[in-house]
């Protein structure tokens, strides 16, 4: 089964916290602060992994966690960094911040690599908060939380060539001819409903991969039917073919079905309106097909009139030209794809991503608070927040040169001014996660 979109979780590891150590020496009571740092925690790394082809294995697994770092050791030993994960996505995978829809990373590269999520920082040791008058540190830094997110996953097909036009017009038979595919092929609307790709191994070039993109529907840039599903994968297409069945025997119009699919292609994405496109006239072989044919021409002579500045480019290089062909017996195939070889020699590989913000593709969450406060129903003073718990973990409140520190900081970051904000009074229980103590000035 073809499957391109995935929702995963995604969790880089913790920093180890660091280590409340002391040197232990023959015939010295007590030696100075040895305690080490925590090490990383391990990255989320997306990889480009060409054996993957769908997005299908993350309808099992949708969970993804690095490994966290290990606390520090004594003798001013750094803890040991988590492992990285690494998540195996197809080429052509789109990695979107799902609450917002902010485009993340773009892996369109074999073999590419990108860290998606930074592992947490390890704490510091309390070795490294020794100083001429605090010579016996008794707290150290607890190590960085890591990051977590909900992605969204997106597989936009990497073909060359993208068959686009109305369903049932012969798209999946011409791919069926043409390559090795073998897709779903009979007398009704909506054969095909996943994209379909085949090689074309060429004869007078290089091979190209060509897709059978699914029918598309007047209103499908709107998302009507599966507008949207399909749309997407037309968007890394180098040269669109577009399908037309000549004969009108659905009592369609020919040309006007040109003009709304090239119409959808760019409500959808401007850029797809300019696309280089050639025009292939099917079945020609049933009744009414050569006058359809004859007037779809004259047509289409006036319409490139029209838009002469819009497509002078791509007239010189060979695009928006006419082929007729019969797909079932083959006949007018063999042309078409060696122009097709011809005109893809001459093209470069487009590149079509979508805006990142952050060229290293790191996920940046919205910046938090430092902290939240709200009363609880017992009347205590709550906060919150990922860098009140990192600093109440890293406190040793049973040493007051820790617990100094501690109110220190909090008042330099303005807790303490929030608490008496809300209304606190001395005496007033406040609780930090598990900690609990009561307020004073």
Same mark, same amino acid.
């Given at each position: 089964m073809f499957t391109d979109k995935a929702k995963i979780f995604i969790k880089s590891g913790n920093g180890g916290n660091g280590t409340v150590s002391f040197r232990r020496e023959k015939y010295v009571a007590a030696g100075g602060p040895d305690g080490g740092d925590g090490g990383k925690g391990g990255n989320v790394v997306f990889v480009v992994d060409e054996s993957e082809?769908?997005?299908?294995?993350?309808?099992?697994?949708r969970k993804f966690v690095a490994e966290n770092g290990q606390d520090g050791g004594t003798n001013k030993k750094t803890g040991k960094s988590g492992e990285d994960i690494r998540v195996k996505v197809p080429k052509g995978t789109i990695v979107k911040d799902f609450a917002t829809g902010r485009v993340i990373a773009d892996l369109t590269e074999k073999g590419q690599e990108i860290i998606i999520a930074k592992g947490g920082k390890g704490g510091k040791g309390n070795m490294h908060f020794a100083t001429a008058t605090r010579q016996i540190p008794n707290f150290a830094r607890a190590g960085e939380q890591g990051i977590e997110a909900e992605l969204q996953l997106e597989l936009k097909l990497l073909a060359d060539v993208g068959l686009v036009g109305f369903p049932n017009v012969g798209k999946s038979t011409l791919l069926s001819v043409t390559t090795g595919a073998k897709p779903e092929i009979a007398d009704y609307h909506f054969t095909t409903i996943v994209p379909n790709l085949g090689v074309v191994f060429g004869n007078y070039g290089p091979s190209f991969v060509m897709a059978d993109i699914p029918g598309l529907i007047e209103g499908a840039a709107e998302g009507l039917g599966l507008g949207h599903e399909f749309l997407r994968h037309v968007e890394r297409t180098r040269l669109i073919v577009h399908v037309i069945d000549i004969s009108?025997?659905?009592?369609?119009?020919?040309?006007?079905?040109? &003009?709304?699919?090239?119409?959808?292609?760019?409500?959808?994405?401007?850029? &797809?309106a300019t696309r280089p496109q050639i025009i292939v006239l099917n079945k020609t072989d049933m009744p009414g097909a050569e006058e359809n044919a004859k007037i779809f021409r004259e047509k289409f002579e006036n319409w490139k009139n029209e838009h002469i500045d819009r497509i002078s480019e791509e007239l010189e290089n060979g695009a928006w030209c006419i082929f007729e062909m019969c797909a079932p017996i083959k006949e007018g195939t063999d042309e078409l794809m060696r122009y097709i070889e011809t005109m893809l020699s001459k093209m470069p590989v487009p590149v079509i991503t979508e805006d990142i913000e952050d060229s290293f593709a790191l996920y940046t969450p919205e910046e938090e608070n430092l902290f939240d406060v709200f009363v609880a129903e017992d009347g205590a003073y709550e906060v919150t927040g990922k860098w009140i718990k990192s600093i109440i973990d890293s406190t040793n409140l049973e040493d007051s040169e820790s617990t100094s520190y501690f109110q220190r900081i909090i008042k330099k970051k303005g807790l303490v001014d929030e608490l008496q904000r809300m209304g606190i009074q001395e005496g007033d229980i406040v609780r930090i996660y598990e900690t609990e103590f009561e307020f004073y000035l």
């Open positions: 082809t769908t997005l299908a294995d993350f309808k099992f697994k009108g025997h659905e009592g369609r119009d020919p040309f006007e079905d040109f &003009l709304l699919i090239n119409s959808e292609l760019e409500k959808y994405n401007q850029k &797809l």
